[in-house]
């Protein structure tokens, strides 16, 4: 799977994030509410005006170092001036949910229930909205391309220049099974099938995108992602 960091992680020493979990026994403290928004510029992604990013995602992957911990066993939990509340859902270990402006304020903090002295990479993907029904349009399935571009464009600054410009999106099925996609384009059909890992690259076509063909799945994508190719 591409992992790509959002913008530039200064907060987070640039291309990947590394956090020690502090002790299993109780709920510790990890690392500032604040902090944690703001290096992933999640902050400045829920801010853009939601018809700019109805296609995108833009979700935080958390990975144990340690591959004898599940992703599963991530629990984050917000201490904030109102009490306690989850962070989110840690799905796949993918985690993605939006800022809240009064724990940024509150100076809110996060606390883990993970191992002492282990540790947690944790990037950014820009993800995709996923398609609810089998059939969809192409335009639909690619829209999270140019999305994400323009968005880059206006919020990234002079950092676009060390961005990708996307062209693909990146699609991944629960489990491999030789999955497939089919374009109904006028000149006919088109059928790509996922790899040996479930995934499967989908480049933006340009004169598909004026003809908007429709777009059949064999089984409904896990989650999707831009990529370039």
Avoid at 106 to 125: F, H, N, W
Avoid at 140 to 145: I, Q, R, T, W
Wanted: charged share 25%; proline share 5%; aromatic share 10%.
């Amino acid at each position: 799977m591409k992992k790509i960091m959002l913008f530039t992680l200064a907060a987070c020493n640039a291309a990947a994030a590394f956090f020690s979990l502090p002790a299993h026994a109780e709920d510790r403290e990890w690392v500032p509410y604040k902090k944690f928004v703001e290096s992933f510029y999640l902050d400045k992604f829920y801010a853009v005006d939601a018809r700019q990013r109805d296609h995108l995602r833009l979700l935080v992957r958390l990975e144990p170092v340690n591959k004898a911990i599940s992703t599963s066993d991530i629990v984050l939990t917000v201490v904030h001036a109102g009490g306690k509340d989850k962070l989110g859902n840690v799905v796949d270990g993918m985690l993605e949910f939006a800022p809240n402006a009064d724990w940024i304020k509150q100076d809110a903090m996060i606390y883990t229930s993970l191992p002492k002295g282990e540790k947690v990479r944790i990037d950014a993907l820009f993800g995709a909205q996923t398609p609810e029904k089998l059939q969809v349009s192409y335009t639909d399935l690619m829209a999270s391309v140019p999305q994400w571009n323009a968005l880059i464009k206006e919020k990234a600054g002079m950092l676009r220049f060390m961005l990708p410009k996307f062209n693909a999106v990146d699609i991944h099925f629960a489990k491999p099974a030789g999955q497939t996609l089919q374009v109904l384009a006028k000149d006919g059909p088109r059928t790509y099938t996922a790899d040996a890992k479930g995934e499967l690259k989908l480049k933006l076509d340009d004169a598909l995108v004026q003809g908007n063909p429709q777009v059949v799945f064999s089984e409904r994508p896990k989650m999707m992602e831009v990529d370039e190719l």
